[in-house]
């Protein structure tokens, strides 16, 4: 069920009523924040626990409510959550600690010293920019349109499917989305005018 309402500061809440667990919704909330994004051109906030979804809406998102089961298709959802995935900062720190996890970057030096961790995370980085450079540029010195992966660097392909695999579900995502009911045959959609915000007594 889709719920549309408005918090006590006229804010507009979206609200995705998912019980599917963490994993699935944050792949959920992840994608359908990226379809905001470059269906409106505004970037949103977004949340996701054990049992819902939520978006924070402004007054740029004007849709009609059922359309939402729309914008994610099966078809292009995991390439839209892996483009999602480039721009989050988590991933983006655990790409750049991969190559420490993989054991490609020496953990000791000279007589056995162990490298500090400052020291190994900048190295990693150094790797990270040789194996996939777009992800630690400025996004003002991108090209428009996707990132292009380089699928084939062992270290860039095997984070991406761990955060696919074990941080999210990206398989029960799409059997999720498989199962949802189109224009079609519209799920149920509640909105809910706005509230005025409480005023307060003077003390």
């Known amino acids: 069920m889709l719920e549309r309402f408005f918090d006590e500061s006229a804010g507009m809440q979206l609200v995705i ?29 977004a949340a996701a626990n054990e049992e819902a979804i939520v978006l924070s809406l402004g007054a740029q998102h004007s849709f009609p409510l059922e359309d ?21 900062p988590d991933v983006r720190r655990t790409l750049a600690l991969e190559p420490h996890a993989a054991l490609l970057l020496a953990r000791t030096q000279g007589g056995g010293k162990r490298v ?30 996707d990132l292009p992966v380089p699928w084939e660097h062992p270290i860039v392909r095997q984070t991406i499917e761990d955060c696919l695999t074990e941080a999210m579900d ?19 959609s509640r909105s809910t005018r706005p509230r005025r915000p409480r005023s307060r007594a003077a003390s």
């Open 116 to 145: 500090p961790t400052p020291l190994l995370r900048m190295r990693a980085e150094d790797q990270l920019a040789m194996a996939f450079p777009q992800v630690l540029a400025c996004g003002e010195t991108l090209p428009p349109g």
């Open 170 to 188: 990206i398989d029960g995502l799409l059997d999720v989305l498989r199962g949802l009911p189109r224009r079609s045959h519209p799920a149920r």
């Open 68 to 88: 939402v089961f729309d914008y994610l298709h099966p078809n292009v959802a995991r390439d839209l959550l892996v483009q999602a995935l480039l721009a989050a």
């Open 17 to 45: 009523h998912a019980p599917f667990g963490s994993r699935i919704n944050r792949a959920f909330g992840l994608a359908l924040r990226k379809r905001f994004c470059r269906g409106f051109g505004f970037e949103l906030q």
